[in-house]
């Protein structure tokens, strides 16, 4: 078989390949050839044939096949053998392969080889992929070779070390006594890395680091020596004297100063002179400068001392390179939460980095700012940044718009200054506007109660414009839903009012619901904007035609919506008025929307805020008529949710069904439990906890009923965090021998009250007062009215199903006042 | 700690690629494609930093690249290098090149890719700088190389003849040779900056 071709030859045959095909083709060829020659257990070619087989993997090809044969390599004798063996090693094999554990004992030999470029060789290799293994048995060697007098084993030892120490922190205390000489080494390179290695143990471990804190003089004095030596070729770079050595010992410094008084000031002297004297004409002194400015802010410095690293930090950003602009405004940020006022004076130079072209320097520049931002320079940074936001990139706009919002809440100056802020972010970046703001907006629209005309104005002319923004155009339609009238009747104190006529505006709501741009949670909020019209407009014929063609839309949201209204326009009507009412100042719960808790006294809310919401589960709507009354289930589970209920009209439904049929025939038991999901009650915030430890106050219990040795006691609490609702629990007891089982209580409010039964405690009514059945009932009372209850009672006693019905009138006025 | 070395030209073709922390072949070479594509977009008066691709840890890491000529050195760092200092690293580790190549180009790095892994492994050793001084790093691997070439035999005969040559101490090449009305310039080859 001829010669395996040199590696040379094969990189000239593969830069002829024009084509990638030619090329794989090309390569396949040679793999086959290496792969005979591999089986032919060649010694002489094995190093040409893996060299070629890592320039293939290099560009891509796959080459495991070459593993063993790297450990074939390093067996070897020769020098030029292993140094391949080794590369390719370092190139194919990882902890993950097996193999790679049988190159242990060879690395070991070599550790003890008496070529010094053997055993560098072998220390590179173990110090790039050693695994743990690996390491715990050749920890012993690297420790050696860390005390040899020969710096280019030395230094190769100490970076070794420090990979160990990565892979297995246990044997960090090995090293340790290593450790005692290497500050004392002429060689920068040994410096250089046992530098490296001192940090590294000290970041693992804080008794290390207190171990290592004497040696804070020892580095001072090194360093001192750097800057003051003359000019040394061996280590300059660009005029400076190793500046490499110089940034790490500086980096080793700031992590012993961290926290610690004394190292602190015995440092105070060493980085002002460096911070003075450095030039900063090229990269490497601002390199030098830079690391002394992070070393000044962590460690504790004297004052005068942090304010000189600020002003280098600000004469960084005056900088042409950008480079060196970039590294300000990183440690700009860092420091800006504990140097607020040092970093405020270099505030135009920041605002002034927005407008360059550079992505990163924008990046970092926008982040600044928006720390920045006070009470004092909201109004020009907001500006500053509208502009940013209008020319930026998209991958900004998100970022900036939330950023913009978070200022402008903290920091807004008046009411009309932020809601105009809001609306130009809208208007700029509408499409890029993060999901729950739109909730946290229009929160914020209701509660500046004086501006409703001027905000719904203006968002108006804004939807004329434009409707392809969702958030937007969420906003507005829900704004002219609630304020319409406001809208038409062409009052605004604040701005030229339009004349706009009801037609227009339900122009503009129905363009809405039938443009394709318009997401589905934009028709909803549309649809339900039309519908609160109805009781604000006098056109409704048009708004009632609107509603019941989107009765059979194909969206099953918007289908479900339309029906309802049309049932609320139909069999309701007398209660739209009060369903559609104005809505109150909300409260907010936190300072992200989606957890938004609102309270509506009585009135059906049904704009679903966004997909966020858990699924409801679906009910018809034909349960409007049929409503799920509370006289209905046995084992009445209600879930009191905190979120809106999208049936508006059931839980009118229910109210009237309480006291209208009470027939005592008509109500089943229904075998299963009819699954609520809507609560009947809305309650803000008393969320799933069935009773509260409120007020139990003085409110005496009564007994409601007591008939054929059933007896029935009401005790009363008043919930802390809902003046309006009343908690009762009932107190069911048996006095005759028999037990009562089946027991089922249920009541009815009359209409102005809303009521919600618990699960009892059990069924069963043990005989002669061994225990009672315990119920809660939730009652809401808004209008504060005098609290009637007729109670409908059923139990099994002695074989026979038992029915009653009664009325309870005689509840003490503390428990509905 | 650096996380991966990488050179490759202006159209994405990889002339060396070191990684100090594990990743799969495919992952090596997608992560060559992706930061060729980060790198190629930006423009020649940008700073030299960039948040590091999805593949290789995010903005986490970043990547610091210096552009020569045909080549991008890009250097893929965690947060505990200084940036400034990876730049000049990256400057002394093509002076080397330059110097143990004679006016290095393209064509020497990709014909002699084991050779820059044996310069690259003086000066970076696991993820951490080991040596930043030219002239012991210029030191150690002729060191090497001389052993190697001890080692060859009849076969590194054409190989000792050329250093032999190079070696030969021949008086400084002139700049412009002058026979009579025939005026040869010498190109200036162009230095690395």
């Known amino acids: 078989m001829p010669a395996p071709i040199r590696l040379r030859e094969l990189i000239r045959t593969i830069r002829t390949a024009r084509t990638q095909a030619e090329e794989r083709e090309m390569i396949q060829k040679e793999c086959a050839a290496i792969r005979s020659s591999f089986r032919e257990e060649d010694n002489t070619y094995r190093c040409r044939n893996v060299a070629k087989l890592l320039y293939m993997h290099m560009l891509g090809y796959p080459a495991h096949f070459g593993q063993l044969e790297c450990l074939k390599l390093i067996a070897s004798q020769k020098f030029t053998d292993k140094r391949i063996g080794y590369l390719g090693a370092m190139l194919l094999l990882d902890e993950r392969q097996d193999v790679h554990l049988l190159m242990t004992n060879c690395i070991k030999n070599d550790l003890n080889h008496s070529t010094q470029y053997v055993q560098g060789v072998a220390l590179c290799t173990l110090g790039c992929m050693g695994s743990a293994e690996m390491c715990r048995d050749l920890a012993g060697e690297v420790e050696k070779l860390l005390k040899t007098s020969n710096s280019y084993l030395r230094k190769k030892a100490a970076l070794c070390a420090v990979h160990v120490i990565r892979k297995v922190p246990e044997l960090m205390e090995m090293f340790l006594p290593a450790t005692k000489n290497l500050l004392n080494e002429k060689n920068h390179g040994v410096l250089h890395t046992s530098v490296v290695l001192l940090t590294e143990m000290c970041e693992r471990s804080p008794d290390m680091l207190a171990h290592f804190r004497k040696l804070v003089p020892q580095l001072v004095r090194i360093l001192k020596n750097l800057i003051m030596s003359g000019y040394s070729p061996e280590h300059d770079v660009s005029g400076i004297s190793d500046p490499f050595l110089q940034v790490r010992i500086l980096r080793l410094l700031r992590i012993l100063g961290k926290g610690d008084d004394d190292s602190s000031e015995a440092m105070n002297d060493i980085l002002a002179q460096v911070a003075t004297n450095t030039e900063t004409s090229k990269n490497v002194g601002n390199a030098i400068l830079y690391e002394t400015v992070l070393t000044i802010m962590d460690i504790k410095s004297e004052s005068g001392l942090r304010v000189l690293a600020i002003n280098i930090l600000g004469r960084f950003l005056l900088n042409n390179d950008k480079n060196i602009r970039y590294v300000a405004l990183t440690s700009l940020l860092k420091t800006v939460q504990t140097d607020h006022n040092a970093v405020q004076r270099h505030r135009s130079t920041i605002v002034d980095c927005l407008k360059d072209l550079d992505v990163s320097i924008k990046r970092r520049a926008m982040e600044l700012s928006f720390a920045l931002v006070n009470g004092n320079n909201v109004r020009g940074m907001m500006k500053e940044l509208l502009h940013f936001l209008d020319m930026c990139d998209p991958e900004f706009k998100a970022d900036c718009a939330s950023g913009i919002f978070l200022a402008a809440e903290k920091y807004a100056p008046s009411k009309r200054w932020h809601i105009d802020t809001i609306m130009k972010v809208l208007t700029t970046a509408g499409s890029y506007v993060r999901d729950d703001s739109v909730p946290n907006l229009i929160q914020l629209i209701t509660n500046s109660v004086e501006m409703h005309s001027y905000t719904v104005q203006r968002l108006y002319k804004a939807v004329l414009d434009d409707i392809s923004q969702q958030p937007l155009v969420q906003v507005a339609s829900w704004c002219m839903g609630e304020y319409g009238d406001l809208l038409v009747s062409g009052q605004c104190e604040e701005e030229e009012p339009i004349h706009v006529t009801e037609d227009e505006v339900l122009d503009v709501l129905e363009g809405v619901l039938v443009s394709n741009l318009s997401s589905p949670i934009t028709r909803g909020y549309a649809l339900t904007a039309i519908m609160k019209l109805s009781t604000r407009f006098s056109s409704v014929n048009r708004i009632k035609r609107v509603v019941s063609i989107y009765g059979s839309s194909i969206d099953v949201e918007l289908q479900q919506r339309a029906v309802e209204y049309n049932a609320l326009f139909k069999k309701y009507d007398h209660m739209r008025s009060a369903l559609l009412e104005r809505m109150p100042i909300m409260e907010k719960t936190t300072t992200n929307g989606p957890t938004e808790i609102l309270h509506t006294n009585g009135e059906a809310e049904p704009s679903v805020r966004d997909s966020k919401h858990p699924p409801n589960i679906p009910q018809p709507s034909s349960q409007a008529n049929d409503l799920l009354d509370l006289l209905g289930g046995n084992d009445v589970v209600p879930v009191i949710q905190t979120e809106l209920p999208t049936k508006p009209a059931s839980s009118g439904g229910e109210l009237l069904d309480l006291l209208g049929d009470l027939s005592l025939s008509g109500v089943p038991a229904p075998a299963a439990p009819i699954s609520v999901s809507q609560p009947t009650f809305l309650l803000d915030g008393i969320s799933s906890q069935p009773l509260f430890n409120d007020v139990a106050g003085a409110i005496p219990p009564m007994t409601a009923y007591n008939k054929n040795g059933l007896k029935i006691d009401f005790t009363f609490e008043r919930s802390n965090s809902n003046p309006n609702v009343s908690v009762i629990t009932i107190h069911a007891s048996n006095l005759t021998e028999v037990d009562m089982a089946d027991f089922v209580f249920q009541a009815a409010v009359p209409k102005t009250f809303q009521l919600q039964l618990l699960s009892p405690s059990s069924n069963v009514v043990p005989g002669l007062n061994k225990g009672t059945v315990t119920q809660v009932i939730k009652v809401l009372n808004p209008q504060k009215q005098q609290l009637r209850m007729r109670i409908k009672l059923t139990y099994t006693h002695k074989g026979s199903s038992v029915q009653d019905l009664a009325e309870v009138n005689n509840f003490p006025t503390q428990s509905w006042q | ?193």
């Open chain 2, 1 to 193: 700690m650096i996380k991966a070395i990488l050179i490759f030209n202006n159209h994405g073709k990889p002339r060396l690629s070191k990684f100090y922390e594990h990743y799969t072949e495919d992952t090596e070479q997608q992560i060559i494609r992706e930061t060729f594509h980060l790198v190629s977009k930006r423009d020649d008066n940008v700073c030299n930093f960039l948040e590091g691709g999805m593949l290789i840890g995010g903005s986490d890491n970043k990547l610091i690249y210096r552009h020569y000529a045909t080549l991008y050195f890009v250097f893929c760092v965690d947060s505990s290098e200084s940036e400034l200092g990876i730049l000049d690293l990256i400057q002394v580790f093509v002076e080397t090149l330059d110097k143990c190549f004679e006016n290095v180009c393209e064509l020497d790095l990709i014909f002699h890719m084991d050779k820059v892994h044996n310069i690259l492994s003086e000066m970076v050793m696991g993820g951490m700088v080991l040596e930043t001084n030219m002239n012991e790093i210029i030191t150690q691997v002729d060191a090497q190389n001389k052993m190697e070439k001890s080692e060859a035999g009849i076969a590194g005969a054409p190989a000792r003849a050329v250093s032999a040559v190079k070696n030969m101490n021949l008086p400084e090449i002139p700049r412009n040779i002058n026979i009579g009305d025939i005026s040869i310039k010498v190109p200036n080859l162009p230095s690395f900056k």
